[in-house]
């Protein structure tokens, strides 16, 4: 039972908090008081009773407090200040501003935040794989989900409420303020639903309550505690409680007072109007130079690679993709850092199905649900744990880019293994062909990019990976491709070959010119050069496994020779063609730079047909070569 004192105390830094929120928006003339005013009864609730520790905040047995709806970051700020994490004084005067931690949406480089949120929907994804990674980690702790009752509308919050039912993640709770207000007026007129029926048909335990009665959340978050199903709190609340001119008023889902208002709202509260003095504070703050250190959100590991497999015959890469990951996953069953696989029911596709045999407790299949999918692995990759998700181009990156962008912005720790990229996917046709790849990641300044040359490239980059922090994507086609051979006919990829990311392989000399190549397109540039060098044509071949990282001294060799080919079954606009000629520019250097690569969207044929079609077959390209040294 809550002793009567601790309700007293919370209620009074509900007071101290409502008052800190309207400073926080009032200084900058920006921000969302009122859903902030709504929820902060919660968020203090839930601070007085969860495990955590302000001292130590990456602590690994503490509970987690994901705020989906990253707008209500003042009450957010707030509640964390007023538990020891940061200054209150600071949190208000540098609210929004430049060079402040303390941004709009809240952010995961304030301490105590879990999940940088704000691109509403996401959160419940995030936190069900924070839940996941505590039953994978035997590390038993609770995970909080706040979220706003307008982003219910979201269609992947269905998809991580069957996610958690399926997986029975009874560690998960999920709240929801129900001020049943959102920008444009009442949630029912905006998009009418029916919130509780939607989680009870999707397995969840709802329970209702009145969200500002701190017995009411008690009790619930007791009944949730002890339930062998996920919960949800649908929390009854008011916009703007506590200043009754602006409850229930959807103007102030992200509208500050002005002055006046302002200072009768603080009257009505009983707390003092420190505006004037927020004002100097914020004049006199200098942003600290160097930014923020990410390293601790860095996976920490000492995952073994294993011995690598030589491929001699040709073979796809996703299925030396497959057989390496399997390797690594039997390999480190016993390693203090788990490996995880998550599927999107794509096993035999995506060469997953290995995986799961080696490791079925580690395997994850999230069905076909890949917005979940890419933010609840991003999530569990910020655990501790070595996260990989494979999935078909289209789906991995091109249908999920908003959330592979916050992943991007979470520093999260994953490995996206994109299969059936380029025109090679052929038959399926236009929708499938994922010819974007290189230009969607060059987007995302944290994610690098690897596109393996062959079956044993692919293997050696697979245990390069198995170690490493941060964001990584290996695309690769569908068709099986030849093994790469050196001049000497031996595998260019070989025993005593090491990946580095961002080194370029020269696979054949030449000083006529230089042809850049990256992915499937390899065959097609190695046969072309070949048969150009029986007409005494000597064209340097580069294969580039890191298009978004080209070295310089490559590049300078090559600029040297004159003419310079790219060559991709990717958009000719936004690929590797697209970065040499940015990379030039970047090292002053020059040459004629002839883009080989995807003009349009292509029909439906077999790799070969549309190889043809796009210019990329070894007839083709042995043309563009001659006419280009003719001119």
């Not at 989680?199 to 619930?220: K, P, R, T």
Request: charged letters at 25%.
């Amino acid at each position: 039972m809550i002793q009567a004192d601790k309700i007293t105390s919370l209620k009074e830094q509900a007071a101290v908090a409502r008052a800190a929120i309207l400073h926080m928006t009032t200084l900058p003339n920006s921000g969302h008081p009122g859903g902030s005013m709504s929820s902060i009864d919660i968020l203090l609730a839930l601070y007085s009773v969860i495990k955590h520790d302000p001292k130590n905040p990456f602590w690994p047995q503490r509970d987690r407090i994901v705020v989906s709806h990253g707008h209500i970051s003042p009450a957010v700020y707030s509640a964390l200040a007023l538990n020891g994490y940061h200054n209150l004084d600071e949190v208000i005067s540098q609210f929004r501003l430049a060079g402040s931690p303390y941004e709009g949406h809240i952010e995961r480089e304030v301490a105590g935040v879990e999940w940088s949120s704000g691109n509403l929907g996401q959160g419940l994804s995030a936190g069900a794989g924070m839940a996941l990674a505590s039953r994978v980690n035997k590390i038993p702790y609770r995970v909080y989900v706040m979220m706003g009752d307008g982003e219910q509308q979201k269609g992947q919050i269905s998809e991580a409420r069957r996610f958690a039912a399926k997986y029975e993640l009874k560690n998960l709770t999920a709240i929801v303020d129900y001020n049943r207000l959102q920008i444009s007026g009442n949630i029912f007129d905006v998009m009418p639903q029916n919130i509780r029926s939607n989680w009870e048909s999707d397995g969840w335990q709802v329970l209702e309550i009145d969200g500002h009665n701190f017995e009411q959340i008690f009790a619930a978050l007791d009944e949730a505690q002890n339930a062998e199903v996920p919960t949800m709190i649908l929390a009854k609340t008011v916009m703007g409680k506590g200043v009754p001119f602006m409850e229930n008023q959807n103007q102030y889902h992200g509208a500050p007072l002005r002055e006046e208002p302002f200072k009768e709202a603080l009257e009505i509260l009983g707390e003092p109007n420190r505006l004037d003095e927020y004002r100097r504070m914020r004049e006199a703050f200098k942003a600290p130079s160097g930014g923020f250190d990410h390293s601790a959100f860095d996976l920490k590991t000492d995952l073994k690679a294993g011995q690598p497999i030589v491929y001699e015959k040709n073979t796809d890469n996703r299925s030396a993709w497959g057989e390496a990951i399997a390797d690594l996953a039997l390999l480190n069953l016993e390693n203090p850092t788990p490996i995880v696989m998550v599927d999107c029911d794509l096993q035999t596709s995506v060469k997953t199905a290995d995986f799961e045999k080696a490791a079925p407790e580690r395997f994850i299949q999230s069905g076909i649900m890949e917005h979940n999918a890419a933010v609840m692995s991003g999530a569990i990759s910020t655990c501790g744990i070595q996260t990989w998700w494979a999935d078909f181009g289209m789906f991995g990156l091109d249908e999920v880019y908003n959330m592979q962008r916050l992943n991007d912005i979470n520093h999260t720790n994953l490995k996206t293994i994109l299969t059936h990229v380029g025109l090679d996917v052929g038959e399926d046709g236009k929708t499938h062909q994922c010819i974007d790849y290189i230009g969607l990641l060059r987007n995302l300044f944290g994610f690098r990019l690897i596109c393996p040359a062959d079956a044993n490239q692919t293997d050696r980059i697979v245990r390069w990976l198995i170690d490493k922090p941060g964001n990584y994507v290996v695309a690769m086609g569908r068709s099986k491709l030849p093994i790469i051979k050196n001049e000497e006919g031996e595998n260019f990829y070989d025993m005593g070959y090491s990946f580095e990311y961002g080194k370029a392989d020269v696979l054949r000399e030449g000083n006529k010119a230089t042809m850049f190549v990256t992915g499937t397109p390899v065959g097609s540039a190695i046969e072309a050069i070949e048969h150009l060098r029986e007409s005494g044509i000597f064209v340097q071949l580069i294969y580039v496994s890191s298009p978004l990282a080209i070295e310089a001294e490559v590049l300078r060799k090559a600029a040297s020779q004159g003419l310079i080919f790219s060559v991709e079954d990717h958009n000719v606009h936004s690929g590797l063609g697209s970065v040499l000629a940015s990379r030039l520019i970047d090292e002053s250097l020059s040459a004629r730079l002839v883009k080989v690569g995807v003009e349009a969207y292509a029909g439906s044929g077999s790799s070969k047909d549309l190889y043809r079609w796009a210019g990329l077959d070894r007839d083709s390209l042995i043309e563009k070569v001659k006419k280009e040294l003719a001119d």
